[in-house]
């Protein structure tokens, strides 16, 4: 697609649970974003992968929260013993080359809308 | 101090006038800096990217940068009902190792009709 894609695009699960995001960047985009937005905030920054690895994981709030880029395409975050403060729209973002300016622009997938009941 | 400060609003413009978006930024290394629209329930969609100082025009939007003072701001002319939404300032080190996005809260704009 054209598109940065996630799914679920919904996912609601209750407190305890395990839960994977997945996020299909644009093709040909080295770097790839997480990101979390709570309502009436901004997103604020999870994770970033460079190709497989990840570059800054400085976001990950605690170690319930992990994800991976195994072959620096597809990216799966995953959410352990799912707490209710976990609710969030989970934005995943590509772009093209971090850090070159007029490369660097990240361009957002549509979100997965996570609700912990 | 918030290292992206935005006005949260809500800001109110007539149909056809200019809305006028600011932004601060605490980080002095900060390389790139971006405005994002983001309608209710939706991602944020780039609307314009800015590197240098002065302003950048795309159509009817006008984003400008002075970096002495850590300032961004988003000037729509003609403004259109549908571009009622919330914007978001973003910044970035855009040097390797510093590229992720710090986002203000946003600055929610409605245009009346």
Not at chain 1, 37 to 54: D, K, R, V
Not at chain 2, 1 to 20: C, M, T
Request: proline share 5%; glycine share 10%; charged share 20%.
């Amino acid at each position: 697609g054209a598109g940065v894609s996630q799914t679920p695009s919904n996912k609601v699960t209750e407190k305890g649970k395990y839960v994977e995001l997945r996020c299909d960047p644009i093709s040909g985009h080295t770097a790839l974003y997480w990101y979390r937005q709570s309502l009436g905030q901004g997103p604020e920054f999870l994770i970033y992968f460079q190709g497989t690895g990840a570059a800054d994981d400085s976001g990950l709030p605690n170690d319930r929260f992990f994800a991976v880029r195994p072959e620096g395409s597809v990216s799966t975050l995953k959410i352990q013993r799912t707490e209710r403060g976990d609710s969030a729209v989970y934005l995943c973002a590509s772009s093209f080359i971090p850090g070159l300016k007029s490369k660097d622009t990240q361009y957002f997938g549509p979100g997965t809308r996570l609700t912990v009941l | 101090q918030k290292e992206v400060e935005q006005n949260s609003g809500p800001l109110s413009v007539p149909e056809g006038a200019i809305a006028s978006l600011n932004c601060t930024y605490s980080d002095r290394g900060s390389q790139s800096f971006f405005w994002y629209r983001q309608y209710s329930g939706k991602s944020p969609e780039l609307i314009m990217s800015i590197y240098s100082n002065g302003d950048k025009e795309d159509g009817r939007f006008t984003a400008q940068l002075n970096k002495a003072s850590q300032y961004v701001s988003l000037l729509i002319r003609d403004s259109q009902p549908s571009d009622s939404a919330t914007y978001l300032c973003a910044v970035s080190g855009a040097n390797f190792g510093n590229e992720k996005l710090t986002f203000g809260t946003g600055t929610r704009l409605t245009i009346i009709p």
